[in-house]
């Protein structure tokens, strides 16, 4: 099973900043559109951000809007989410996923996507 490699997690004061990265080792990121999830505990997991590659189209849940930028360097095969003004709802396990049969867009439901990394612990707490 093809898997996705998600990391930069970790514990951040309340108006702090994280840099999360996705990347593979077994295909293009680019070919695909891109996701970040996030699941806090005791509830549904949700979409946060997508990026497509048909046109590099860029999607963002309202809570994150203005705080939250996801971005794509192909050089590294790697997708980043560049999170600021972090608060404490944002406090939980953020994973990547890949859409494989999307054609390049992005699609709202964690059900569409494919190939998920293994996720990683954002904590903001003071």
């Known amino acids: 099973q093809v898997h996705l490699v998600d990391s930069g997690g970790g514990l951040v004061q309340p108006g702090g900043s994280l840099r999360l990265s996705c990347t593979a080792s077994?295909?293009?990121?680019?070919?695909?559109?891109i996701g970040w999830f996030r699941q806090a505990p005791g509830k549904e997991r949700e979409g946060v951000s997508c990026?497509?590659?048909?046109?590099?189209?860029?999607y963002y849940k309202d809570s994150v809007q203005g705080r939250f930028t996801i971005s794509r360097d192909n050089a590294k095969n790697t997708v980043y989410l560049q999170m600021n003004s972090l608060r404490p709802e944002d406090t939980a396990v953020y994973y990547c996923?890949?859409?494989?049969?999307?054609?390049?867009?992005?699609?709202?439901?964690?059900?569409?996507?494919?190939?998920w990394g293994q996720g990683t612990q954002v904590t903001v707490s003071s």
């Open positions: 996923a890949a859409d494989w049969y999307g054609l390049g867009y992005c699609r709202p439901h964690p059900s569409s996507y494919d190939s």
């Open positions: 077994e295909f293009t990121l680019d070919d695909f559109a």
């Open positions: 990026i497509s590659s048909s046109d590099g189209t860029t």
